[in-house]
């Protein structure tokens, strides 16, 4: 990444949480009357996640800046007692009244604002995944996790506003064209709807955003349309 995009992101971020802490501040007691509520729990979640992919070396051959995420609870407690680690999924049964409004509308992520702030997330990015996921994740998808490289995760980015929440994309999304090619590459049987395949399709945009970062101009371009496109994936609650 150019010293001048590094600066600008920085600058960017510190402004965009600071305000967006500020602005969304009335909603906090509402949501957080409607959590508590529906369910008895913690308020917050924090969870575990991958950051910046520094080099190999941590006993999966991956070095992440690990950090703890926050967002508002939309999962019954004790939701992964009986499985451990699982990947969110659409109309996860896991998911709480409440909670279902707040991701659809992406208001649970608002705590990440906070994450952005202390540096540990940036306002676009790719999504960051739980480090106990990603060896499976990166022997199903080789070079998932390049991604990171030297890129923060972000609250929204180019795959959050390109595709749909689960990583699947409207009939009118020009990338359809490549479908055949990016589902089931290795054409194993029953593996149609898997969730590598939805990944496949994210880890298109997040590469694209990586390169995006190698010039001031279409950083800057993407960055800002990304930010200017995220309020409209919330309305329309599709996106994630």
Known sequence: MLPSVKIAKRVIDVVGSAVGLVATAPLVPLIAAAIKLESRGPLF???????????GGNGHGFLFDEFEMLKFRTMHPDAEAGTGAVMAKENDPRVTRVGRFLRKTRLDELPQLWNVLRGEMS?????????????NIALAIPF???????VKPGITGLAQVSLGYSGRPDVENVINQHRDTLTNPFKVDQAEGADAD???????????????????DTY???????IAKTPLVMLRGVGR
Not at 45 to 55: D, E, F, I
Not at 220 to 226: A, F, K, Q
């Open 198 to 216: 939805d990944l496949r399709m994210k880890l298109l945009y997040d590469f694209a955003y990586g390169a995006a970062l190698e010039r001031f």
């Open 220 to 226: 800057l371009y993407t960055e800002l349309s990304v």
């Open 123 to 135: 306002l676009v990015g790719p999504r960051p995944e739980r480090p106990e996921l990603l060896t």
């Open 144 to 150: 998932f996790e390049e991604r990171m490289r030297d």
């Open 45 to 55: 979640y924090r969870q575990r996640r991958a950051g910046m992919l520094r080099g």
